[in-house]
């Protein structure tokens, strides 16, 4: 039986099925971030004043990742124009560079994640704290990285909203005894609530980054096939997968300044 409206557009709604069902699946989708976006927005409004952090990711690395997206929806416009001109050698051209925007964002992702787990708040026994990235730890002491020390009094549980500025002093390197220590946790999702979101937004994203990628990069391969028997149906299935990659930028840049600028 042959399956209609593949390629040319539904009467009743104009569209042809594959466009109609990506509409209805990207509606869906608007809910599922929708509802994360609302639940930071109501936290960090309910939050009592001075303890929400900021300033713990990096921006320039967010902007850099910005930029890799933005440079792919464009590829992904060019690759699709292309196939509209019959330029099939233009289009795998360009969607190449769009899966290696897509591996550049997810490698740049990962290493933002290690630096955060890699970053301990350590809370000594007198109430004083420090903060750094772990480098060595035995039985008997650890060391950190590039450690920031805060005096007894700002021992808050969360990063206070002037982190990184009012410092009492800072090194290169600290050894810190076992025995000085009452409390460490490193800037996972467990940190605090601010890191909770960041991490459950920001690796969402990422698992719709890959998935995205994984269908681009078929159809650039395997998936190519098609393209000689039923070009105009190869075309349709193109654009399908860019308009969820352009989705997919658009939900980064709404991360990028609430997760990192705000």
């Not at 509606?27 to 927005?41: D, P, R």
């Not at 025995?179 to 690796?203: C, H, K, Q, S």
Request: aromatic share 14%; hydrophobic share 45%.
């Amino acid at each position: 039986m042959e399956i209609p409206y593949v390629t040319e557009p539904r009467k009743d709604t104009g569209l042809y099925n594959a466009k109609v069902g990506i509409w209805l699946f990207l509606a869906s989708e608007v809910m599922l971030f929708g509802a994360f976006f609302s639940s930071y927005i109501l936290l960090r409004v309910g939050a009592v004043e001075g303890t929400w952090p900021t300033g713990l990711l990096n921006v320039p690395i967010g902007t850099f990742n910005t930029i890799v997206l933005i440079v792919s929806s464009v590829t992904v416009v060019l690759a699709w124009s292309a196939l509209k001109l019959n330029k099939f050698g233009q289009y795998k051209f360009f969607q190449a560079i769009t899966v290696i925007c897509a591996l550049i964002f997810v490698i740049v992702k990962s290493f933002e994640y290690r630096d955060k787990f890699t970053h301990y708040d350590v809370v000594m026994t007198d109430g004083s704290r420090v903060d750094g990235h772990l480098i060595e730890k035995t039985n008997d002491y650890i060391i950190l990285n590039h450690p920031v020390s805060y005096p007894a009094e700002k021992g808050d549980d969360d990063h206070a909203e002037d982190h990184g500025d009012d410092h009492s002093h800072s090194h290169d390197i600290t050894t810190i005894q076992i025995a000085d220590i009452e409390r460490m946790v490193n800037w996972g999702p467990w940190a605090n609530t601010y890191l909770a979101i960041y991490f459950i937004m920001t690796a969402l994203h990422a698992l719709h980054v890959i998935g995205g990628a994984l269908v681009i990069a078929y159809l650039w391969g395997p998936g190519a096939r098609i393209w000689k028997t039923d070009p105009e149906r190869y075309i349709n299935r193109v654009e399908v997968s860019g308009l969820f990659w352009h989705f997919v930028d658009l939900v980064w840049i709404f991360l990028f300044p609430v997760l990192y600028l705000l």
